[in-house]
T-cell receptor
Framework: DGGITQSPKYLFRKEGQNVTLSCEQN?????MYWYRQDPGQGLRLIYY???????QKGDIAEGYSVSREKKESFPLTVTSAQKNPTAFYLC??????????????FGPGTRLLVL | LAKTTQPISMDSYEGQEVNITCSHN???????ITWYQQFPSQGPRFIIQ???TKVTNEVASLFIPADRKSSTLSLPRVSLSDTAVYYC?????????????FGSGTRLQVQP
């Protein structure tokens, strides 16, 4: 089956700890995205990548880092600098670099909780 | 400055037609209008996309007036399973960024 997978489904972070959220796609899509969603709110863009080895900051990139070493993978690290990381994290991909038109396909999400 | 404006919530009953209007006064010439649906604890799912006039697929219709400053998502004969949050998106050309911006969406509650 083609699609986007995110792992883990739930993740717990201790104070001062860095954690990494995985996102993998086998759709052969060029572009990938990370969003954060707080309860009752819309999605906010953290980072996006339109091609391997390149990525751009979104609206709320502070406290997060990403890498795009492979076309199919776009991991997100939530660093200790992110003081309020508790949220639902969604990864998405689209087939071309022009995300304004191409449909975004979303993964099932990772819920991050702070202990 | 918000890119799109939608009602926060709407209520309907099964079998009714639901129309959700989105305002996008600053839409750019080459922007498309895209709608997504999101169920709780899931990622959004693409519903429909259009540039002008009317677009229809098996799920919904999208009406876009000539000035393109608004659009209306029409869901025919809704069922309980249509209870979800609906997002209207346009491009984000102000920052020169080629990425979509999701607003807060419209929470549709369908009653039996």
């Amino acid at each position: 089956d083609g699609g986007i997978t995110q792992s883990p489904k739930y993740l717990f972070r201790k104070e001062g700890q860095n954690v990494t959220l995985s996102c993998e796609q086998n759709l052969n899509h060029d572009a990938m995205y990370w969003y954060r969603q707080d309860p009752g709110q819309g999605l906010r863009l953290i980072y996006y990548s339109q091609i391997v080895n390149d990525f751009q900051k979104g609206d709320i990139a502070e406290g997060y880092s990403v890498s795009r070493e492979k076309k199919e993978s776009f991991p997100l690290t939530v660093t200790s600098a992110q003081k309020n990381p508790t949220a639902f994290y969604l990864c998405a991909s689209s087939s071309s670099r022009d995300s304004l038109r191409e449909t975004q396909y979303f993964g099932p999400g990772t819920r991050l909780l702070v202990l | 400055l918000a890119k799109t404006t939608q009602p926060i919530s709407m209520d309907s009953y099964e079998g009714q037609e639901v129309n959700i209007t989105c305002s996008h006064n600053n839409i750019a010439t080459n922007d498309y209008i895209t709608w997504y649906q999101q169920f709780p604890s899931q990622g959004p799912r693409f519903i429909i996309q259009g540039y002008k006039t009317k677009v229809t697929n098996e799920v919904a219709s999208l009406f876009i007036p000539a000035d393109r400053k608004s659009s209306t998502l029409s869901l025919p004969r809704v069922s309980l399973s249509d209870t979800a949050v609906y997002y209207c998106l346009v491009g984000d050309m102000d920052t020169g960024r080629r990425a979509l911006t999701f607003g807060s969406g419209t929470r549709l509650q369908v009653q039996p």
